[in-house]
Every structure is written in structure tokens, then in C-alpha cells.
């Protein structure tokens, strides 16, 4: 795994600490079945991870990264 992927799995696992992965995806209206069917997962087991109960493995992180778009701040200033 490269150091960017790295940097979007620590990105994805700050966002679910702290609420704001579960905060994107209500703004893009998308579903806890949704993400979680996507994701391969159960609802449930979505639910654990934007509360903080649970952190996912890296694989799963940076294909959340992917579904909710999640960038890490070097990429954004990048696309800037």
C-alpha cells in the first residue's frame, strides 16, 4: 500500500471518530443500506464504525473513501 492510500485509510478512520464520514453521507443522500450494500457489509456493522465502536480494516476504509468521495488534504490541494 502506498503512502497515499495510507493517508486516505487515516482520513476515513478521523472522519468516522469524529461523525463527520456519517455527516457526508447523509449530505449526499445516500443510505446506511446503501453504503453498507455497497460495501459488502451489514447496515449494522456500518452503523459501528460511523459511531466509533469499530475501526475498519484499510481495504474496506479506502472503498468507503471512494464511495463517499473522501480525499486526503495533499489530493485536494492537488485538484486545486
Known amino acids: 500500500m502506498d503512502i497515499e492510500a495510507l493517508k486516505r ?4 478512520r478521523r ?3 469524529s461523525g463527520q464520514a456519517r ?3 447523509l449530505s449526499l443522500r445516500m443510505s446506511l443500506r446503501e ?3 455497497a460495501l ?3 447496515p449494522g456493522s456500518l ?6 465502536q469499530v475501526q475498519p480494516r484499510a481495504g474496506a476504509a479506502l472503498k ?6 473522501i480525499r486526503t488534504a ?3 490541494e492537488k485538484a486545486a
Open 35 to 37: 453504503v453498507s450494500t
Open 74 to 76: 495533499d489530493s485536494r
Open 47 to 52: 452503523s459501528r464504525w460511523e459511531s466509533g
Open 15 to 17: 472522519m468516522l471518530a
Open 9 to 12: 485509510v487515516s482520513e476515513v
Open 23 to 25: 455527516e457526508r453521507r
Open 64 to 69: 468507503l473513501a471512494d464511495i463517499l468521495g
Open 40 to 42: 459488502e457489509m451489514t
